[in-house]
Nanobody
């Protein structure tokens, strides 16, 4: 069974930084495109950033462009989401998900397997 584990969440002050990690068990992460998604309180889950299998292609939601960076280390089978200049509206549960196909729309409908999520709270 494919399982993804998102970690690295926590409480951070506005303007601060946080780095999330996504690892896999039961399969090799290298073969999958990975997306990071956020579900804010009372809102639907939306795609924040996606990365292709090689890492050569990335896409971001407009709300996080220039602040978030998605990357992957296939040797470590880990995908990261570096978040900087965090705002209170970045608060939510962050999930990573995998897909055999890369889509520049970074929409959750394109992804098959999901992790359990990690909570990020941006507050002073």
């Amino acid at each position: 069974q494919l399982q993804l584990v998102a970690s690295g969440g926590g409480l951070v002050q506005p303007g601060g930084s946080l780095k999330l990690s996504c690892t896999a068990s039961g399969f090799t992460l290298d073969y999958y495109a990975i997306g990071w998604f956020r579900q804010a309180p009372g809102k639907e889950r939306e795609g924040m950033a996606c990365i292709s299998t090689s890492g050569a292609t990335t896409d971001y939601a407009d709300s996080v462009k220039g602040r978030f960076t998605i990357s992957r280390d296939n040797a470590k089978e880990t995908v990261y989401l570096q978040m900087s200049s965090l705002k209170p509206e970045d608060t939510g549960i962050y999930y990573c998900a995998s897909s055999l196909w890369y889509s520049s729309t970074c929409h959750e409908a394109d992804f098959d397997s999901w992790g359990q999520g990690t909570q990020v709270t941006v507050s002073s």
